[in-house]
């Protein structure tokens, strides 16, 4: 059984920063590809990054320079480092691991909600102005 778990989210002044882990159990982590997705209220839940298994890495135009995302195959972690955080930012934060072990990671895939299989419970991140 496959487990996400996310932690670090809170609250920030604008231009502050956050560092999200999740944990993830129950795959062959260092075989699938591993994302962050964002929801914010009344939104559709959006891609935010995605660190693949061959260790290609995406991002949203909306965080490109702002945000990294990391893993740690060792640890079964992926990380998202959060900077320069602004209140348009505020959303839940998801953290998901692809459908299918060693799938194409390619952006136009990866980006798409539905190329994910496995989904943690969400973290609050919230940006105060």
């Known amino acids: 059984q496959v487990q996400l778990v996310e932690s670090g989210g809170g609250l920030v002044q604008a231009g502050g920063s956050l560092r999200l882990s999740c944990a993830a159990s129950g795959l062959t982590f260092s075989s699938y590809t591993m994302g962050w997705f964002r929801q914010a209220p009344g939104k559709e839940r959006t891609f935010v990054a995605a660190?693949?298994?061959?260790?290609?890495?995406y991002y949203a135009d909306s965080v490109k320079g702002r945000f990294t995302i990391s893993r740690d195959n060792a640890k079964n972690a992926v990380y998202l480092q959060m900077n320069s955080l602004k209140p348009e930012d505020t959303a839940v934060y998801y953290c998901a691991a692809d459908a299918d072990a060693r799938s194409p990671s390619r952006y136009s895939r990866l980006s798409l909600r539905e190329s994910y299989g496995y989904w943690g419970q969400g973290t609050q991140v919230t940006v105060s102005s």
């Open positions: 660190a693949g298994w061959a260790a290609n890495i």
